[in-house]
Each structure stands twice: as C-alpha cells, then as structure tokens.
C-alpha cells in the first residue's frame, strides 16, 4: 500500500473533525473519525478523539490518508448518543474535560445540565477508575460530582455501580423532538398588544430576575460559551409599569435549534402563556433555518409534557442524573 509523502508532513487544522486512514502492523489499514485534538503541524503524530472513545495517537509514518470532514449530520432519528452530543453543544461547560467518551462539562453550578459529566460511549478506563476520575475532576471545579445516564445507551453495569456507591438517582428527564416548522394551531394564539417579546445574545437583568438568578448574573452571563437568544416577555399595564412575565432560551445548532429555560412568572401562569411563548421561540427557529427542535424536561411534569405534545413534540429517550452521596447540591435540574 503506497502513501503519498505529503500526507503525513501536510499540516492539519487542529479543532476540525477528520478521517484519517492509518496503517496496522500487519499491513492492513484501518479509518478513525473524530476531532483533531494535537498534532496538527509535523512531525508531531495527530491525536484524534472519536466521538464515543478515548483520544488515538497517530504516528505519521503510519498515515495513508487525511482529509477534513463535515460535522457529524443528526436527524430526528438519530441515536440518543448523536442527539446528547448536539445538545452538549447547544449548552456546553465553561470548560469541558474528556475522560476517554465521557465529557465533564465544568461551569459555575447552577444547572445540572452543564455542570455534571455526560457519560456515554468509552471512558479508556475501567469503570470504577472513570467514576472516580469523573468525581475528582469536579470536586477539584468546586463542584459537586453528577454524572448524566442514559439509560440503555450508557454501560448498564455504569448505573449499577453508582447506585452501590450510593449516588443518589435524581431528576429523571426526558428530551422530546419535534420537526419545524410546527403544524398551524387549530386555534391560532396571538400576541396581545400589551406584550412585548424580545430576543438580546445575553441574559439580561430581567431575565435572570425571573430564573431567579439575578444575583449571578456575572457568572451566568460568563457562562454563555455559545451564541443564543434570550427571549424576555414584558407585559404593559395600563399605568405605564412593565413587567417581565416569562423568558426561554433558544440555540442553534446545526439543523437544530434547542429550546431550554422556559419560564412563566408565578401568577402569569394558567394564561396560555407558555404555550404562546413556545411558539415564538419555534417558529423564530423555523425561520432561521431550523429543521428540528429539541428540549428537556422533568420526566414527572405532566402540564409541561402535555403542552409539549400538543405542539407536536415526542419523547426520544430518557435520562438522569446521579450524585454524589457525600456532597449537598444546589444544582437546578437543567
């Protein structure tokens, strides 16, 4: 099998997916996808981190081919695997350490979400080893360690061994999906004069103030590692006084867009306005380009799980979280 030279002293952007063909001992070869990680000027060999394993060191005598390939394409029929990478995208840790598959996604608390470590695919390490580097690494962010299972999709033998940890099971959630752009409603929802909807790149104080976050809005604001819209829903009164009366989160990923952090403040709710807000975000995705949607929510809200379903929404897979027994926690559930 012959290798063009240039192949293996070509320089590769490092950060882009790639396919690399690789040469085994026996004279066969054999292909990794994934990130280029390091190596990307030579001599260094490429260290590429497939999507579900640990990073792969590459010698570049062995190369017999690289090229640069696009992102990864999920649809509404991919695997929960594909669907929770593309959400982990959609709202990533401030930082994010690899543990073979696994990702700690290492923030400032606040949401489980992006403060926990996503689990799936190959840890490069015994199990117990990778629980236990799972938790060093967030004990040493100052958090508390969480580990995110999906059920069916994780190592099954990951969820017993937590539990005879005595990581305690919290938060079951279930991430639905539906097409955009949404059906018509059969019975069309306007917007009311008196409500105004806007959609600034960051949180603003308002926003926050409803989350019930206001008191760390550096952080939170910090935190936004990705462009999004944060859509605040004011009301005018008659006399003038404007109050902030609901807000969500929308991201775009791809052909995705990812509805999170939907909020309606306590006595504004029963009044459609959930439902209204919903729609805004979603047909804003929809003329943006979006082909799907996707959102989490708490597997045991039933009003939340009926809204949803009624705007075309299905359950894809379900997941939950698991905590550490010798920590308390404050984290929210997403």
């Known amino acids: 099998m012959s290798t063009d030279l240039a ?6 952007p ?12 026996d004279g066969s070869a054999t292909d990794v996808i994934g990130r280029l990680l390091a190596g990307g000027t030579p001599p260094d060999p490429l260290v590429v981190a497939p999507d579900d394993g640990p990073p792969i060191t590459l010698e570049r005598v062995d190369l017999v081919a690289v090229r640069v390939v696009p992102p990864r394409r999920v649809v509404a029929r991919s695997s929960p ?15 994010n350490v690899r543990i073979g598959g696994w990702v700690a996604r290492l923030s400032h608390g ?9 689990a799936l695919g190959d840890p490069g390490v015994p199990l117990p080893d990778a629980v236990d580097r799972a938790a060093r690494i967030c004990r040493e962010a100052g958090l508390v360690p969480v580990v995110q299972v999906v059920p069916g999709r994780a190592d099954p033998a990951l969820d017993a061994l937590l539990e005879e940890r005595g990581w305690e099971l919290r938060t079951p959630t279930c991430l639905m999906t539906a097409a955009l752009p949404l059906p018509p409603a059969p019975t069309p929802v306007g917007t009311p004069p008196e409500l105004t909807l806007t959609w600034p790149p960051r949180p603003d104080a308002d926003h926050l103030a409803l989350l019930g976050r206001a008191a760390d809005h550096p952080r939170i604001v910090e935190a936004e590692t990705v462009p999004a819209d944060y859509l605040t829903a004011r009301w005018t009164h008659a006399g003038g006084a ?11 990923t791809d052909d995705w867009a990812g509805l999170s952090t939907l909020e309606v403040a306590p006595r504004w709710r029963g009044r459609e306005l959930g439902r209204l807000l919903s729609r805004a975000a979603l047909d804003r995705a929809a003329a943006d380009g979006a082909r799907w949607v996707y959102l989490q929510v708490l597997a045991d809200n039933a009003p939340a799980l009926a809204l ?5 929404f299905a359950r894809h897979h379900d997941y939950h979280y698991r905590v550490c027994p010798d920590a308390e926690t404050a984290l929210t559930t997403d």
Do not use: I, T
């Open 7 to 12: 192949v293996r002293e070509r320089r590769y």
């Open 14 to 25: 490092e950060g882009s997916r790639v396919a690399v063909r690789r040469r085994l001992p």
């Open 81 to 95: 695997d594909d669907l929770e990478r593309l959400a982990l995208r959609g709202w990533p840790g401030v930082r």
């Open 110 to 118: 606040g949401s489980s979400r992006a403060n926990s470590v996503l």
């Open 242 to 252: 404007v109050e902030p009366v609901g807000v969500a989160r929308l991201v775009r």
């Open 308 to 312: 949803y379903g009624s705007l075309g």
